[in-house]
């Protein structure tokens, strides 16, 4: 393939997938969904089958955002270690959050099973491994925290991690529960199953005015046509940011590279996440097809076009990084992408409802557990319509 583009890997590998018109009529709706994402995607999911008229909406062509630049690495750990974020929201606040995103795991992995997804999902183990010397000593405090709360972790030392993976690091945490999975791919099969049974999607259909009443929002789009929905649901990830009062997002622009297809990966690298303790973090997998992608070299984001310059940069130091940490194996680089995301000061997501916007939801999954939130969100969002409890809104709400 050999390409170096903006364009990311899953977008080009997958093709057009399935298409949907854009709105071309008024419509009514029990819910409106606003983001054609694997957010959006779930989130219609978990609407139609809790039995609501879903409609959703995307000014893009269907997963052609964020989606489609993920690395979909699914992890429960938070960009913040869990002994920091104990520190930080509180331990209560702070276990919580890492058990729900380890528990979003396994409930996409039903969802996968439900629509009988083709998006590759896989259970893997996740490595997180020091970067330099110093960082040892913090490793190992986190190590004993997650041990100490439950979860499912080895510590492994220099000599194993050399043994069993060509990786060079003073130390590491396996954790047990990891998978990854073709986000590009799920949402359109989310999609596709889901308007068997009901769900009306649209795309290249943007909202450009809207108002918020008290028993329902109306929704002027681009296309001349108008949508009414006694609830709406925001899916609009870091673009949020450009309407809400407040400021609850950092924007990052993050790069990715992938390589030609390999045949000799090997059960170990095959079977693993890997991202180590630097700022920002180095991150890596291998691919079901046997190639190795990897990802990182952040930089805050200023515009689209800056950031893409910096891809040929990006795409030398990534693989200067691999080199030092695997020098044992290759990597031909085939295709390099870059994208852009939000991180929030807790990694916390903002799941729940605003004040300022009456009858609305937002999934906002920032950082990097966003398909993790985002699974999250299906069932917090459907518990926050019903005037269900759901501690997790606490610990995600705005304001906090």
């Known amino acids: 393939m050999n390409v170096r583009s903006n364009e990311p890997f899953w977008l080009v590998q997958n093709g057009l997938l399935h298409t949907y018109p854009s709105l071309q009529q008024d419509i009514h709706c029990d819910i409106l969904i606003i983001g054609g994402g694997v957010t959006g995607a779930l989130m219609a999911h978990a609407c139609v089958k809790a039995g609501y008229q879903t409609v959703l909406i995307d000014k893009r062509e269907i997963a052609n955002g964020s989606t489609s630049a993920t690395t979909s690495m699914l992890q429960y750990e938070l960009d913040t270690p869990l002994h920091e974020l104990i520190d930080q929201i509180g331990e209560e606040a702070a276990v919580a959050s890492y058990k729900s995103c380890r528990d979003a795991i396994y409930e996409l992995q039903q969802v996968v099973k439900e629509i009988k997804s083709t998006s590759g ?216 992408w870059a994208g852009t995301f939000g991180e929030t000061k807790d990694s916390l997501p903002y799941i729940g409802e605003h004040p300022k916007f009456p009858n609305s939801y937002f999934v906002l999954g920032f950082g990097g557990n966003g398909i993790a939130f985002s699974a999250i969100g299906m069932k917090l969002i459907v518990d926050l319509i019903k005037n269900q409890p759901n501690v997790l809104s606490h610990y995600f709400r705005f304001g906090r």
């Not at 929002?217 to 450009?242: D, M, N, P, R």
């Not at 590279?257 to 997998?285: C, M």
Request: charged share 30%; net charge positive; glycine share 6%.
């Open 121 to 336: 999902f896989e259970l893997k183990k996740s490595l997180y491994f020091c970067a330099n010397s110093k960082d040892l000593k913090d490793l190992q405090k986190e190590y004993e925290t997650r041990k100490f709360y439950g979860f499912e972790v080895d510590w492994l030392g220099e000599e194993d991690l050399k043994a069993t993976y060509g990786l060079v690091s003073k130390g590491a945490i396996l954790s047990k529960d990891g998978a990854s999975i073709d986000a590009f791919k799920l949402t359109h099969d989310l999609l596709h199953y889901n308007t068997n049974k009901g769900l009306k999607v649209f795309d290249k259909t943007e909202s450009i005015k809207t108002s918020y009443q008290k028993d329902k929002v109306f929704l002027k789009t681009q296309t001349g046509y108008a949508i009414t929905a006694s609830k709406v649901i925001y899916c609009t990830g870091y673009e949020t940011q450009h309407f809400l009062p407040e400021k609850i997002v950092k924007l990052k622009s993050t790069y990715a590279s992938i390589s030609e297809v390999q045949n000799n990966i090997g059960d170990a690298l095959k079977h693993t996440l890997f991202w180590n303790t630097n700022k920002p973090y180095l991150y890596l997998r291998a691919t079901d097809e046997g190639r190795i992608l990897i990802g990182g070299e952040d930089e805050n984001f200023k515009n689209a076009v800056k950031r893409d310059l910096l891809l040929d940069r990006k795409e030398r130091k990534l693989k200067e990084t691999f080199q030092q940490v695997m020098p044992d194996r290759c990597f031909d680089t085939d295709f390099v």
